[in-house]
């Protein structure tokens, strides 16, 4: 069986053009795979069924391993009889209809309104770049529009007097409304200390970087790293931690959830309601912490 593995591993570098790391990962993936299979005395390929991959699989969950570890597995024996089949090598694919493990979902990271306000206090306001980013902060928390929309903001995108941004692509835009604190942040950053940033007249965009040039997503990241330290929290935070905390904010003081997805721009309201599971994890760490029978 592990001349097949052999060959396999060749197709998928020739033909596929796939990786060094992926190769490894099949190799490493199916020696496993067909040392289990030896141990059932199987000595040939054409000799393994849909039940001794489905045993496989789940030893593997029944020994802890990890579901993504699992998930890659699976889509390794996939890949590897597939191959047999397109070689003529087996002629019935037990891999075929395999329940295909589903992966693990993970509940996004959301802050605490007191880490929020940390992190909005961070940035140094005596100076054009610090008050730029407590904009940028306060307007991710406020509307809960991706960082790729917020770096591609244009200056007539924002109503400071309505208190409303327009953003998203062409044909899904979308009208976010914005605070009263948020608004401020912006026109005290759209005052003077833009102005100091600005180095075209002609440059539309919102929010500027050193060179007079729209911010980008790397930029970004470095910035909300940095306030992230600087505001001692010890939670791994990304661009994308803003929105998840905006929309589980809402969702614990009582917003509705289509208004929510509407906020956010999700196509589907399913992807809105992982917040409601954020806000049942949170009840259940209030509880348990609190109640005298937990």
Avoid at 87 to 99: A, C, G, K, N, R
Avoid at 139 to 163: C, F, H, M, P
């Amino acid at each position: 069986m592990n001349t097949h593995l052999d060959a396999f591993i060749t197709y998928m570098a020739e033909e596929k053009r796939r990786s060094a790391s992926t190769l490894e990962s099949y190799r490493r993936d199916l020696a496993q795979f067909l040392e289990f299979a030896g141990g059932r005395s199987l000595t040939a390929v054409d000799e393994v069924r849909k039940s001794h991959i489905a045993a496989y699989l789940n030893e593997m969950k029944r020994s802890g391993k990890a579901p993504s570890t699992v998930i890659r597995a699976s889509v390794s024996i996939r890949s590897f009889f597939h191959y047999l089949i397109r070689q003529s090598l087996i002629v019935h694919d037990p891999s075929m209809d395999l329940e295909t493990p589903k992966p693990e979902k993970r509940l996004p990271i959301v802050l605490t309104v007191g880490e929020v306000e940390r992190l909005l206090d961070a940035p140094d306001r005596a100076n054009a770049q610090g008050v730029r980013d407590k904009a940028m902060l306060e307007v991710l928390y406020a509307t809960g529009i991706r960082v790729s929309e917020l770096i591609a903001l244009n200056v007539g995108d924002i109503d400071l007097e309505l208190k409303f941004l327009r953003c998203g692509a062409a044909g899904k835009e979308r009208i976010v409304p914005i605070g009263r604190m948020t608004a401020a942040a912006v026109t005290a950053y759209m005052g003077a200390m833009r102005g100091q940033l600005l180095k075209r007249e002609d440059e539309a965009a919102l929010f500027l970087n050193q060179l007079g040039t729209r911010l980008t997503r790397q930029g970004f990241w470095k910035i909300i790293k940095k306030y992230a330290a600087a505001a001692e929290i010890e939670t791994d935070i990304t661009p994308h931690t803003l929105r998840h905390s905006f929309a589980a904010h809402l969702l614990e003081n009582g917003a509705d959830l289509r208004s929510v997805q509407e906020m956010l721009g999700h196509s589907d309201i399913s992807t809105t309601q992982i917040y409601t599971h954020v806000m049942k994890r949170n009840m259940k760490e209030v509880y348990e912490l609190h109640h005298p029978r937990a």
